[in-house]
């Protein structure tokens, strides 16, 4: 009879317990850093390794904000956006981006993407630039990302970024030399 009221009880004290179900006790899911990234940002890294490897400088241009595409808006550590894509053709090279550092400008208005120079043969890494793109939209309506400048020097790019976003000039203030 004891025993019997022991296992009476275990089974009614274990079943007060609420156990949690399966989805309760698993860690929320983790945003993928990919989704930082607006999908049109990803399609212009794949049309901009296209314009490389083919030389196509026309296409290149559509891919750029006119501002940046003939001059320097970085500063030391950039250049034309153009020259990207023609020392890209000339040199056998391409950007590849990475998504886990894209940093984004005030919800929509543009990205900052982390790429790397990668040789078209090898694949071996052969630089690291950091690539403005902002978002667009042309006289019917259609949005699109350009890009607006790129450079080494991530806080140079940070730095046209927030002339662009403050609606300031976006040419880089002249480097003072070092003493």
């Not at 314009?51 to 940046?68: I, Q, S, V």
């Not at 730095?159 to 003493?179: C, G, I």
Request: proline share 7%; with cysteine.
């Amino acid at each position: 009879m004891k025993l019997i009221a022991r296992v009476l009880f275990a089974v009614v004290a274990a079943s007060s317990f609420v156990a949690p179900a399966f989805a309760d006790v698993r860690p929320p899911p983790l945003a993928r850093p990919q989704e930082k990234t607006p999908a049109a940002a990803k399609l212009w890294v794949m049309a901009a390794k296209n314009a490389m490897e083919t030389g196509d400088l026309e296409h290149a241009a559509k891919l750029c904000d006119p501002r940046g595409f003939k001059d320097n808006l970085v500063g030391g550590s950039g250049n034309p956006v153009e020259s990207l894509f023609t020392q890209g053709h000339r040199k056998g090279w391409h950007l590849v981006a990475s998504y886990d550092d894209t940093r984004k400008l005030r919800g929509t208005l543009g990205v900052i993407l982390r790429t790397t120079v990668v040789d078209n043969e090898s694949g071996k890494t052969l630089d690291e630039v950091w690539v403005l793109l902002i978002k667009t939209t042309d006289a019917e309506g259609t949005t699109g990302w350009l890009a607006l400048g790129a450079g080494e020097k991530l806080a140079q790019v940070d730095a046209l970024a927030a002339r662009f976003l403050a609606n300031k000039p976006l040419a880089p203030e002249p480097e003072t030399p070092a003493e």
